[in-house]
């Protein structure tokens, strides 16, 4: 039988986070333990609160790291039309949510106000609108002030629709996110120099 590889801090930290998403994701987060979350990991609870001194600490680990991802996983590019833009970015996340829903819920209802989440997810609320920004068809230094705002706006509005809708599936999902797009369109064209979707609203199967 080959030795047991000694992994690193960086490995072990990783296979926490891997573990502590896991169970966050299964479960409300009142009822994961970290003791549970060092069990399934295979280290015994020093070890954990060593990388991790409380739960509130391992679930920021955990949102930080998702965000991260997410933000990786959105491409913005001038190249594609805004519409399928939007449309990829809400799909990506939209699959996060569904896929984490408890996970989604603790950070926006049970840790609501609390400043570590909130800023985990303000930071990535303003990174998705800087790439916006950086894409869109803007007049002038006043209009992107004019819309930097209307999507700071818009990007709250599809965050609380979006948990809402976590707790109460009153759509589909198709619904949610073309009604996150729509709003987002009709929202920013008075004040761009173009119309960015011009064939949007569209009928029928997208």
């Given at each position: 039988m080959?030795?047991?590889?000694r ?49 509130h ?27 399928d ?9 939209l ?9 989604v ?5 049970v840790?609501?106000?609390?400043p ?5 997810m303000t ?39 979006c ?27 008075p004040?761009l120099?173009?119309?960015p ?10």
């Amino acid at each position: 039988m080959p030795p047991r590889q000694r992994l690193t801090a960086a490995d072990r930290r990783a296979r926490l986070l891997e573990t502590g998403a896991r169970l966050f994701a299964a479960q409300p987060y009142a009822d994961v333990s970290m003791e549970e979350v060092a069990g399934e990991a295979g280290v015994s609870r020093a070890l954990l609160y060593r990388h991790f001194p409380s739960k509130h600490a391992l679930f920021a680990a955990v949102y930080q790291q998702a965000a991260d991802q997410l933000l990786a996983g959105t491409h913005l590019d001038p190249s594609r039309s805004l519409v399928d833009q939007l449309i990829q970015g809400m799909d990506v996340h939209l699959d996060y949510f569904t896929a984490n829903r408890h996970a989604v819920l603790a950070a926006n209802r049970v840790l609501a106000g609390d400043p570590v989440i909130q800023t985990i997810m303000t930071n990535e609320l303003d990174a998705l609108r800087a790439r916006l920004l950086a894409v869109l068809p803007l007049a002038d230094a006043e209009a992107r002030d004019a819309v930097s705002g209307v999507l700071k706006s818009w990007l709250v509005f599809v965050q609380v629709l979006c948990v809402d809708w976590l707790t109460h599936e009153t759509c589909t999902r198709t619904q949610l996110r073309d009604i996150c797009v729509g709003a987002a369109l009709g929202a920013l064209r008075p004040l761009l120099t173009e119309d960015p979707a011009p064939d949007w609203p569209r009928h029928g199967n997208h």
